[in-house]
């Protein structure tokens, strides 16, 4: 099993920024790529951005150039920082975990922050 615990989101007027963290604990081994989703009200959930193992990035449209993600082995921890935001950013961000060999991967969630972008 694993674990994903988010934080950083929160409140931010358009134009601001905000940094989430998602940790992972468990059975944190043969992990294929971590990354960020979100949800908008009425919306299906989006990929945001990925890392792999390996350090490749991969980012929506919507958010490339203003949003980077990065991640700390060590740590266990992948980073979004967001810049610039806009009020289409809000959404409910969710952490994403892929792990196992190739044709049995499997994600893992985290529960979810809130972003709200709004003056």
């Known amino acids: 099993q694993v674990q994903l615990v988010e934080s950083g989101g929160g409140l931010v007027q358009p134009g601001g920024s905000l940094r989430l963290s998602c940790t992972a604990s468990?059975?944190?081994?043969?992990?294929?790529?971590m990354g960020w989703y979100r949800q908008a009200p009425g919306k299906q959930r989006e990929l945001v951005a990925t890392?792999?193992?390996?350090?490749?990035?991969n980012y929506a449209d919507s958010v490339s150039g203003r949003f980077t993600i990065s991640r700390d082995n060590a740590q266990n921890t992948v980073y979004l920082q967001m810049n610039s935001l806009k009020p289409e950013d809000t959404a409910v961000y969710y952490c994403?975990?892929?792990?196992?060999?190739?044709?049995?991967?499997?994600?893992?969630w985290g529960q979810g922050t809130q972003v709200t972008v709004s003056s």
């Open positions: 994403n975990l892929n792990k196992g060999p190739v044709g049995r991967e499997y994600d893992y």
């Open positions: 890392i792999t193992s390996g350090g490749s990035t």
């Open positions: 468990g059975s944190i081994f043969r992990i294929n790529a």
